[in-house]
């Protein structure tokens, strides 16, 4: 594997990046480029053959890390992965349990059911095993796009090509979206997608920026011509944050805002903390007071709605999503299955629904499923907090990742852009390469 050169023109730069993705020798990371690289134009197609092709190729990817794995970073990977295990499983469970018979916990609609037939029949927490099981296995692509990024990502140049994939592929998102909104009709949808790469593509080029410092650092007794080449690139990331910052300011609203600025400020906060060299405790509350306090002020100057789901939510959104939330159980209806219970409420068209991520989770999961999420973000992060402040050279990988997750997070309560497959594609992305680069490589 040909790598990058520390010390030659940016322009030789670039060449060896696109020399190193021709001759890796990893065709699952290939393929994982691959994904990031056209996930945005994958709105444009439907939504069940996104999910199958995508499914396809991380599974092809999958099988060729199985084949192709040494055994040194086997090793590393089995020890990264063990605290990051359950926290992988546990949404996956949680939805396939809504897909298999629990008497206790099942919907009203199955009680109707027996009492109108007059016969035995099987009781799910979903109204439509059917839709949680797909819902299943998208929990387990996205498990499975995790996984081949941190094992991909295990060796640092591989992880530093990785980053600046994600950074490309945002940027064009932000310009599309940028120069759309002069006039340009871009599909709904669409637009959600290229509004969440953009926020997620500020925090990947700030993550840029803190690389070519860290490398600028390094070089300071290289020759000249090497620092020229440093801050030529970090130029270049700082004006792909301007751009995507242009983008959201150009399209987003201010909840939309809010929410990428909470996921900049973990990212400093926690460059700030590895700077003063505290530990991990005194790092995590440098990085979620200063959230919780802003979530709390706006919070309490935000009106609307008091459900924490819809209250960020435009009227629209909360209008329509509203009576869902309002009858939903502890459990949910089954993961998937908001469009079987829209006809019921009076939607018709589910093409015209909006609605929040957060708020569809309460309706599909229930508010026990939305908690078991909020913890295992919070988990994640802290993990990831803790590879930041541990890591010397790399820890602007898991400082990315907590804030992207972070964003993404608080996006949920702003936007569906949650569930929109390119997205999951990009976090599952940064996500796994915060994971393989949070722990150096001993083995």
């Known amino acids: 594997m040909k790598e990058l050169p520390s010390g030659d023109s940016w322009r030789e730069q670039i060449l060896a990046l696109g020399e190193g993705l021709r001759s890796d020798g990893s065709p699952a990371f290939l393929l994982l480029v691959l994904l990031v690289c056209v996930s945005p134009l994958l709105t444009l197609i439907g939504e069940l053959a996104v999910d199958a092709s995508v499914a396809f190729v991380a599974g092809v990817a999958f099988l060729l890390i199985g084949m192709g794995a040494r055994a040194g970073e086997a090793k590393h990977f089995l020890r990264l992965i063990r605290p990051w295990a359950p926290l992988l499983a546990a949404p996956s469970i949680y939805v396939l349990l809504q897909a298999v018979p629990l008497p206790y916990a099942e919907n009203p609609i199955w009680r109707a059911t027996r009492d109108a037939l007059n016969e035995p029949v099987l009781g799910f927490v979903s109204v439509d095993p059917g839709s949680t099981l797909r819902a299943f296995g998208v929990s387990l692509l996205i498990v499975t796009l995790t996984l081949v990024a941190a094992v991909t990502s295990i060796e640092p140049r591989r992880a530093q090509r990785l980053l600046f994939v994600l950074i490309g592929t945002s940027v064009i998102a932000a310009l599309v979206l940028f120069f759309g909104s002069f006039g340009l009709r871009l599909d709904r949808s669409l637009t959600a997608v290229l509004l969440a790469s953009s926020a997620l593509g500020f925090i990947f080029c ?21 620092r020229f080449a440093s801050l030529l690139m970090l130029v270049i990331f700082s004006a792909a944050a301007a751009i995507c910052a242009l983008a ?8 939309a805002i809010f929410a990428t600025a909470c996921g900049f400020v973990v990212l400093g906060a926690l460059v700030v903390a590895r700077r003063l060299g505290v530990g991990f405790s005194v790092a995590s509350g440098i990085v979620f007071v200063p959230i919780l306090l802003a979530l709390f002020i706006a919070a309490a100057q935000t009106r609307g709605s008091g459900d924490a789901t819809i209250r960020f939510a435009s009227t629209v959104q909360a209008a ?8 939903a159980s502890i459990f949910g209806s089954g993961a998937g299955t908001l469009g079987k219970l829209l006809p019921i409420y009076g939607i018709h068209k589910p093409s015209d629904f909006t609605a929040t991520a957060a708020s569809i989770l309460t309706v599909e999961i229930g508010r026990a499923g939305l908690g078991l999420l909020a913890l295992v973000a919070i988990c994640a992060t ?9 890591r010397n050279r790399y820890s602007y990988f898991p400082a990315a990742a907590a804030s992207s997750i972070i964003l993404v997070g608080l996006g949920a309560f702003v936007d569906s852009s949650l569930f929109k497959t390119p997205i999951l594609i990009l976090l599952a992305a940064v996500v796994g390469l915060g994971l393989a680069q949070s722990v150096s490589r001993t083995l």
């Open 382 to 390: 802290l993990l990831l907090i803790r590879g930041a402040i541990v």
């Open 206 to 226: 700030a993550a840029g920026c803190l690389y070519v410092v860290e490398r600028m650092g390094i070089e300071r007794t290289e020759p000249k011509k090497n």
């Open 248 to 255: 959201l300011l150009r399209v987003a609203s201010s909840q």
């Open 320 to 327: 329509a999503i509203g009576p869902l939330v309002a009858d």
